[in-house]
């Protein structure tokens, strides 16, 4: 039964860039396009990582276990969504000019968090098969607990990119930080 429920989640996963690709070809991007994407698939990558935050809770609560079947897929649309959004940034904003997003990670202390962020996640997503599972065994566990940190590097990343604080990042913000207190809570109960 999961198995038919994992088709069409991962079909709807996919929406948000079917939508940004529809939005492409219809000239629907408005006037700033390259910021609309990268804002669309900037959100879409927090969304994915709080939706990957809650299946253990989901789980715990309802007594469920069926929500961390979904948990691998989730995350790897974390990846997928950031790498979407980082490559809006190196391959359309700056045309994989190195030098400039070198200048960048360094002087932008936002672009530093997001990319470090994006790099952490690198391994989860280069680990998340059942073979990789088998094979790294108890540092499987550990490696992936990373997402802890990439969840926090993500909304500090959205933070300072505002600036100035605004509703949306920190409604982020609060259910990040709820998710990780539920962690902690469940982990020590």
């Known amino acids: 039964m999961q198995k038919y429920i994992k088709i069409p989640i991962f079909f709807i996963s996919l929406l948000p860039i079917l939508i940004i690709f529809y939005q492409i070809i219809f000239n ?12 669309v698939t900037g959100n879409w990558t927090l969304r994915f990582i709080i939706i990957t935050l809650a299946m253990t809770p989901l789980q715990k609560f309802t007594k469920l276990n069926f929500w961390i079947s979904y948990r691998r897929m989730f ?7 950031a790498s979407a959004h980082m490559m809006t940034y190196v391959g359309i904003d700056y045309r994989f000019d190195w030098s400039s997003i070198s200048d960048d990670i360094i002087k932008k202390k936002f ?10 996640l690198v391994p989860l997503a280069l680990t998340s098969s059942k073979r990789m599972i088998r094979l790294l065994r ?3 566990k550990k490696l992936h607990k990373l997402i802890y940190i990439i969840s926090l590097l993500g909304i500090i990343h959205y933070l300072w990119l505002v600036k100035v604080v605004t509703v949306e990042p920190l409604i982020y913000l609060i259910i990040i930080v709820i998710l990780l207190t539920l962690r902690v809570k469940m982990k020590f109960n």
Not at 30 to 37: A, F, H, L, R
Not at 75 to 81: A, H, K, P, S, T
Not at 111 to 120: S, T
């Open 138 to 140: 108890d540092k499987w």
């Open 111 to 120: 672009i530093f968090a997001g990319f470090l962020a994006w790099l952490l």
């Open 75 to 81: 995350g790897l649309f974390v990846f997928f969504y």
């Open 28 to 39: 629907q991007l408005g006037p700033e396009p390259v910021k609309e994407i990268t804002h």
